[in-house]
């Protein structure tokens, strides 16, 4: 009699104890560009692929928090494997996030700060993976990759944990979003661009780099103490910023979606056309790589922000690319997913696998005439092959036989 | 704390003990002497029983209103979004009780039973300068609070160890204000969306109250106490105080 009396009470109690929203498509409020006025907003968008909802995992993407990573400069990891190396620097391997959300008119709202920043990467996430797979990216490349939100990494005990910075890590296959610090514009994590831009990155290594978790081009091109022949690791370095970029710029059509979040870049990664920085040739590209050599004490600093620039160059050389009559962005794009892997033995994947020294994948002509040899239709081979020609000093016929009789643009001659 | 509510919880505090009349369990016993002894007991044996009840100690609780009023100060432990265990906020709020013990039959047990309605706000804001989210929660709780009195019931201060449950609410109330670097010096640079909902749970936990009464039944209460706030599929931990006045 006493449990029948207990029972209703209790059953009601635990009806209360609620659940969580169902997976599936649904409406969610995150931090989206507008259209109309070109800044960024709370904007309503359709979720489509979450399978846990508070967890915000799905196929797009798998957050983890509360993440504490220690990398130590001076220890090398050379020879671990990859097991050994995530054991040695994950200290706190972290935890899947709970978003909290409030529903009205059946959509819903992120709560707090960190619900909508983990809510508006996963939606990022999303967009950037649907806008990859249009472009021809195989549906198993980077499902449900996890990223780090907010993760506690230290390189260097002395100098404190890293923030204000997004990376893809191919050695532990995540995308890192670091924590703001003095960054108080658009954060990292909430900027469609540098998600973007990130996936590019993994993108890149999936199909270029066939998604090794520490590619041994590095030191295959790099394997005496000071890197006598850098071409291949500097290239390498460039272009995959500069793909990166495009990336960004393919999936949102913001031209400085850095300086949402990171003023002070100023316009040293504007996409428009700048003849004092956009112009460029092999000759050059020796002569700067001869006078970093004169300063080896400054060798990684400048060229660790020389590459962003030279990244540049080729971003604006795609964008443009893809401005031109009979093509449009997305086909470039298309054409430089196909330089990846597609093309066979003109592959940048294919040139990174073979070339011992880093010489063929250091030289511009190579690199331009993989993405020339990806263009699916004429139009966009044309188009390529004119402004790379123009930017980089080459010649058109000799990047693909379609670009017989193409001459280069004469925004740089 | 604003003001008026301030004004409003000074008013309460300091109203008389007026007992509010209803009615006491202490005088019920002392009718029956009065009436024909039950089973032809001698009339004088029936007076001695009834005495010797009236020396018993009486509970102080037992008289008054039994409604109590107390103000809540609370540490709130919200889960955290990232994944680690929780962030850490404070909070404020009222709690009107009613020791519904004597209406229910306990008087002269140990243990008490009182029903209670709480309200505590709490509030974060979080963000950069671009993108600040602000959030509010407004929970109220109706608990049913089962203790156990230590000590004499005669005892003018006194201790109860409880456990409580029932169901909550919760009223969030979200705001976006967002400010793209790049808009600076247009028109709109800015932008603000609010939304809010009623979010339906359970509050339980564990604690313990404490008295200080007067013969009337009118005193200082308080207590100490841990309690599970659900929020849809949301957790919250309060740690709080209360101190206030019992009627």
């Known amino acids: 009699m006493r449990r029948k009396l207990f029972l209703p009470p209790l059953a009601a109690l635990l009806l209360l104890l609620g659940c969580a929203p169902e997976a599936g498509p649904l409406q969610m409020a995150v931090l989206d560009l507008d259209p109309g006025t070109g800044l960024y907003d709370l904007r309503v968008v359709e979720v489509r692929t979450l399978e846990d909802v508070p967890a915000l995992r799905g196929e797009a993407a798998t957050p983890i928090g509360s993440a504490v990573i220690r990398l130590d400069s001076r220890r090398l990891y050379d020879g671990m494997s990859e097991a050994a190396f995530r054991a040695a620097v994950l200290s706190e391997p972290g935890a899947p996030v709970e978003a909290q959300f409030v529903e009205q008119d059946g959509v819903l709202y992120p709560s707090d700060f960190h619900s909508l920043s983990l809510a508006t990467a996963y939606y990022h996430f999303e967009k950037a993976r649907a806008y990859a797979l249009a472009r021809g990216l195989g549906a198993e490349k980077l499902r449900s990759t996890p990223f780090y939100y907010f993760p506690a990494l230290t390189e260097d005990p002395a100098e404190g944990q890293l923030a204000d910075n997004a990376a893809w890590f191919p050695m532990l296959r995540s995308f890192l979003l670091f924590p703001h610090k003095d960054l108080q514009g658009i954060p990292l994590s909430m900027n469609q661009g540098v998600i973007a831009h990130e996936y590019g990155h993994a993108i890149f290594n999936a199909e270029v780099l066939n998604g090794a978790w520490f590619p041994d081009v590095l030191q295959r091109w790099c394997d005496d103490p000071g890197c006598s022949d850098p071409h291949g690791s500097l290239m390498m370095g460039s272009v995959e910023e500069g793909f990166a970029d495009i990336w960004a710029l393919g999936v949102t059509g913001d031209l400085r979606f850095i300086n949402r979040s990171i003023e002070p870049v100023g316009d040293r990664r504007d996409l428009e056309f700048n003849g004092s920085r956009h112009c460029y040739s092999s000759a050059a590209w020796e002569a700067e790589i001869e006078q970093a050599r004169t300063r080896p004490y400054q060798w990684a600093r400048y060229w660790g922000s020389r590459r962003y620039e030279l990244g540049t160059m080729w971003a604006s050389a795609l964008y443009h690319a893809g401005l031109e009559p009979g093509t449009d962005l997305d086909r470039v794009i298309e054409a430089l997913l196909a330089s990846y892997r597609s093309t066979g033995k003109a592959s940048l994947a294919h040139l990174a696998a073979t070339d011992r020294r880093g010489r063929t994948f250091g030289s511009f002509d190579s690199i331009a005439q993989a993405i020339v040899i990806g263009a699916k239709d004429e139009p966009t081979a044309h188009a390529l092959c004119k402004v790379l020609g123009d930017r980089f000093a080459l010649d058109p016929a000799a990047l693909d036989p379609r670009c017989d009789g193409v001459a280069p643009g004469g925004d740089c001659r | ?247």
């Open chain 2, 1 to 247: 704390m604003n003001h008026k509510s301030l004004y409003l919880l000074l008013a309460i505090l300091s109203l008389p003990s007026t007992g509010l009349a209803l009615g006491s369990p202490s005088n019920e016993g002392r009718v029956s002497s009065f009436a024909a002894a039950p089973g032809g007991q001698p009339y004088g044996r029936q007076i001695h029983a009834e005495t010797s009840r009236r020396e018993e100690p009486r509970d102080r609780a037992a008289s008054g209103a039994g409604l109590s009023l107390e103000a809540i100060l609370a540490l709130v432990f919200q889960d955290d979004p990232q994944g680690s265990s929780y962030t850490r906020d404070s909070g404020w709020g009222l709690r009107l009780g009613w020791d519904m013990s004597r209406q229910l039959g306990l008087g002269s047990l140990p243990l008490r039973f009182q029903p209670e309605l709480s309200w505590t706000q709490s509030s974060e804001e979080q963000g950069t300068a671009a993108v600040i989210v602000s959030r509010r929660l407004d929970s109220f709780r109706l608990v049913g609070r089962l203790g156990w009195r230590l000590g004499e019931p005669s005892q003018g201060f006194r201790l109860i160890p409880f456990v409580s449950a029932g169901p909550a609410a919760t009223l969030s109330s979200v705001r976006y204000d967002i400010a793209d670097p790049v808009g600076r010096g247009r028109a709109s640079p800015s932008s603000e969306d609010a939304v809010s909902e009623l979010q339906w749970g359970a509050a339980y936990g564990a604690g313990l109250a404490f008295g200080a009464l007067a013969e009337s039944g009118a005193g200082l209460t308080g207590r100490l106490e841990l309690l599970r706030i659900h929020r849809g599929y949301v957790q919250d931990l309060a740690l709080s105080v209360g101190l206030g006045f019992r009627l």
